[in-house]
């Protein structure tokens, strides 16, 4: 258990679907983040939240939306996905301290596994 | 372009030491990561290197040569349950992390 609670686990949606992903950190930290990770392939980072700003989107499709209404929960809409966004979806959160020197290492959820039908 | 790289798949037996490599070009370096990831669960960190050396944490190993770009995991006393993927993360000049695409490692009985 690490502190970052993803739902739900799995999920099968059809291409004209309309689901949430939803995320919840109970560790107090300020930053949060949507990657994906595809078989044999690295970790990409889809959005970066500090302090409930989004900071980073990867030039990620706008079929995909993230919402972070406080620091605690993050949300992924998804929409008018296709077959090729089938993925596991992790969430992950840190601890962001600006001018010091920190490892900012990241803790992560146990993902949400999406197919796209 | 920012690379990392490591094997794609290693196997070993019970009770003997693996060595999991890994080498990046960055922009930049802040620092290395090495999560676990078990199939189905959440990466778990596991170890971080920002200066040169070995940092030893129980049956697990982690050393970095920033001159070379190169780290190594060093696991001895394998266990069944050390079967996992382990991921290789470099954090670079503006603090964003690139990961390698992992190792998945198989322990043998």
């Not at chain 1, 409930?52 to 706008?62: A, G, L, Y």
């Not at chain 1, 995909?64 to 996905?81: K, R």
């Not at chain 2, 920012?2 to 060595?19: H, S």
Request: aromatic share 12%.
């Amino acid at each position: 258990e690490t502190g970052v609670t993803q739902t739900p686990r799995h999920l099968v949606m059809g291409m004209t679907n309309k689901k949430s992903l939803k995320c919840e950190q109970h560790l107090g930290h300020n930053a949060m983040y949507w990657y994906k990770q595809s078989a044999k392939k690295p970790l990409e980072l889809m959005f970066v939240y500090n302090f409930k700003e989004q900071t980073e989107n990867n030039s990620v499709p706008s079929r995909f939306s993230p919402e972070c209404p406080n620091s605690s929960h993050l949300f992924l809409h998804l929409h008018t996905l296709q077959p090729e966004d089938s993925a596991l979806y992790l969430c992950a959160s840190s601890q962001v301290e600006y001018g010091l020197a920190v490892t900012d290492t990241q803790y992560f959820g146990p993902g949400t596994r999406l197919t796209v039908l | 372009g920012q690379n990392i790289d490591q094997p794609t798949e290693m196997t070993a037996t019970e009770g003997a030491i693996v060595q999991i490599n890994c080498t990046y070009q960055t922009s930049g370096f802040n620092g290395l990561f090495w999560y676990q990831q078990h199939a189905g669960e959440a990466p778990t960190f596991l170890s971080y290197n920002v200066l040169d050396g070995l940092e030893e944490k129980g049956r697990f190993s982690s050393f970095l040569s920033r001159s070379k770009g190169y780290s190594y995991l060093l696991l001895k006393e394998l266990q069944m349950k050390d079967s996992a993927s382990y991921l290789c993360a470099v954090m670079d000049s503006n603090y964003q992390l690139i990961w390698g695409a992992g190792t998945k490692l198989i322990i043998k009985p």
